[in-house]
């Protein structure tokens, strides 16, 4: 793969794991990580606003088990 969608990413430690060839888009949903690297991006966990098609493959290490819906969170990852 390509493009890793990495949501939530929180400050973006994954990346420093993978191939350098490998775009990481990083979304959180703590503002304080946006703080800390900025290529994190903000988004609501609850309310996911992704355009489709946008990466290859999809990894979320720590969020599933906070999200209420999580229906809606993985139909919007998958899109």
Same mark, same amino acid.
């Given at each position: 793969?390509?493009? %890793? ?8 430690? %994954? ?65």
């Amino acid at each position: 793969f390509n493009t %890793l969608l990495y949501i939530p990413s929180g400050g973006g430690y %994954l990346g420093r794991y993978l191939p350098a060839n490998v775009e990481i888009l990083a979304y959180d949903s703590s503002h304080s990580f946006m703080t800390d690297n900025q290529s994190v991006r903000f988004i609501s966990l609850e309310a996911l606003d992704l355009p489709a098609n946008i990466a290859d493959f999809a990894i979320s290490l720590t969020a599933p088990h906070h999200i209420e819906n999580k229906q809606d969170f993985f139909d919007s990852v998958l899109r």
